[in-house]
């Protein structure tokens, strides 16, 4: 199957969707404005495609997008694999009948806009995955995936043909309007076909990109508390810290955590994010002082790209940002009524602008230089919904200079932890990455049936998600599934909690705490200490935990 495929490759079509002006325009590859080099090759049960562009004019060439391949398989799978961009995005398997649909209203942020768009390649009525996605056939899988992710975000188009059965595979890289100069050449990134057993190309595809993106991963999981998204909305104060830190103590749990990362509300408006003085009366250096005493890793979260209109960096640097477009721009792209919101509403900073990056740059420095030693980045899915920067560079490489930032501040070797982002350009860069949504919201935990009946279905989609990307723990990062919160007060959630502690031990992840220490009961913080004490013991070192019977979570546990 894999050389007659091969061969369906070579003779497929393949070209580039430019900018004409007032019009979009697909050339193909017998074009004279450009040439091409398609270069595809086979080594055991493996298919490598690459293709390089040329600009053979005199003047620059605006490319949209660039498709690898466009061809047809006489057979259609019996099932196949949706996979969603963001760590948000849902993933799951779907039958060949089955269409991709965008988000336009609720859950925005986990639609690529321009995968639905023609002129960027789209295919109608197809099922649209980012990044790679699998084929399962009777006897047979293929998974057709990007190997490298530095440069442009990739898509495949699953689509069964009308009229014969065919199934349609298209598989494009989104360029995002930069412009090619005269003699110039722009490359894709690598795409690979993979056949065998459903795991067999798992295995395979997550070691290619170990490969073929030099990844090398050396962060140990890490057991740790943190401060204190869940239960207190986005706000942490050196009153609330310090009672932690305290209860921390009071509870015998001391010695079972290696890290305390400080998150979301220790500066009154997201984007100031030097100014904690309302706060943290002593500076964000007391928060890393004390941890560092209690011999932890100190960590901090940060959302670089996007500021409170309220804040002090946005209203004295409004050139920094994205314009609004008539309406009040919300960049949180999950719900409308975010729009009529104040203190939801957020600002999208043009990444390439130079003084943004002298700024976000010092944030980084400045942190690392009071002794913070983890970033958690969060809010980085925004910057993918713009691709008219101030430099033409694509929203891929623009995203991850943001990460290379932070990662090596003050040329040291940070941890980088990601929260809501798009997965491929994290790899080689973030050490922790989340794949899948939050453990479940805080603004409406406080609502005792709606809140409950909402946080459960969100972790339980978390979880599901995070399934299907389990085989990249290990070679692309380390897998993260948010901080497990005993104190839900929703009884039902201990099967879902269950599965989440197993799901964290048996790929060896990470393990947060994310409840309020001062409000969790006696059965709990006696879970608690069992849990995290093997944690802590089993992955000290990279040894996968294996047939050791985890104590169940009880509904008494959980309330």
């Known amino acids: 199957m894999l050389n007659a495929l091969k061969n369906l490759i070579e003779t497929s079509n393949y070209g580039v969707y430019i900018d004409a002006g007032i019009y979009e325009q697909f050339l193909d590859n017998s074009t004279k404005y450009l040439s091409f080099d398609r270069k595809v090759t086979e080594e055991d049960t493996t298919i490598s495609i690459k293709l390089l562009v040329k600009n053979t004019t005199d003047r620059s060439i605006r490319l949209k997008s660039i498709i690898l391949a466009d061809f047809k398989l006489n057979v259609s799978p019996d099932k196949i694999l949706e996979n969603g961009w963001l760590c948000s995005s849902l993933s799951n398997i779907v039958s060949n009948k089955h269409s991709t649909q965008k988000n336009n209203v609720v859950l925005k942020r986990d639609s690529n806009p321009f995968s639905f768009e023609e ?54 890289c989104q360029t995002d309007d930069i412009d090619i100069s005269p003699d110039n050449t722009i490359e894709t990134e690598i795409v690979k076909v993979f056949q065998g057993s459903e795991k067999d190309t798992e295995d395979k595809f997550s070691q290619a990109i170990k490969e073929d993106m030099k990844v090398k991963v050396e962060q140990k999981p890490l057991t740790g508390l943190i401060m204190s998204y869940y239960y207190s909305c986005n706000f942490i104060s050196q009153k609330l810290f310090d009672s932690q830190i305290e209860k921390l103590k009071e509870l015998g749990l001391k010695d079972l955590i290696n890290c305390i990362c400080i998150d979301a509300g220790y500066c009154k408006y997201w984007g100031d994010w030097l100014d904690s003085s309302e706060r943290f009366k002593d500076g964000m250096r007391y928060a890393a002082d004390k941890i560092k005493s209690l011999g932890y890793t100190p960590g901090i979260w940060v959302a670089p790209l996007v500021a409170d209109p309220r804040s002090k960096m946005y209203e004295n640097n409004k050139k920094w940002f994205f314009r609004d477009t008539g309406l009040n721009m919300n960049v949180r792209f999950t719900s409308p009524i975010e729009k009529i919101m104040p203190n939801m509403g957020l600002k999208i900073a043009d990444p390439t602008n130079e003084s943004y990056l002298d700024y976000i740059t010092d944030v980084a420095n400045t942190f690392s230089n009071i002794g913070f030693e983890m970033f958690k980045l969060d809010f980085l899915y925004p910057l993918a919904f713009f691709h008219d920067f101030s430099i033409k560079i694509s929203r891929v490489k623009a995203l991850r200079n943001i990460l290379s930032i932070f990662k090596y501040a003050e040329n040291k070797n940070h941890i980088l932890m990601s929260g809501l982002s798009q997965l491929s350009p994290l790899i080689g860069l973030a050490d922790l990455v989340r794949v899948g949504s939050d453990s479940g919201s805080p603004y409406v935990r406080v609502f005792p049936i709606a809140g409950n009946i909402t946080n459960e279905k969100v972790l339980k989609r978390s979880l599901e998600t995070s399934e299907y990307r389990m085989f990249l723990n290990r070679k692309a990062w380390l897998n993260d599934y948010d901080c497990v919160v005993f104190n839900s007060a929703n009884p039902n959630k201990s099967n879902l909690l269950n599965k989440q502690i197993e799901m964290v031990f048996g790929s060896g992840a990470s393990l947060w705490l ?38 169940a979570l009880t509904t008494k546990q959980n309330t």
């Open 119 to 172: 002129a960027f390649g789209s295919v109608k009525n197809s099922i649209v995955s980012e990044w790679f996605t699998k084929l399962v056939f009777e006897n047979n899988t293929l998974l057709i995936g990007a190997t490298t992710t530095d440069k442009f975000y990739t898509q495949i188009y699953v689509s069964e043909e009308e009229h014969g059965g065919d199934c349609r595979i298209r598989i494009t």
């Open 514 to 551: 994310g409840d309020d220490l001062t409000k969790l009961n006696t059965e709990q913080v006696k879970y608690i200490k069992e849990i995290f004490s093997i944690h802590k013991k089993t992955f000290n070192t990279f040894t996968l935990l294996e047939n050791k019977k985890l104590p």
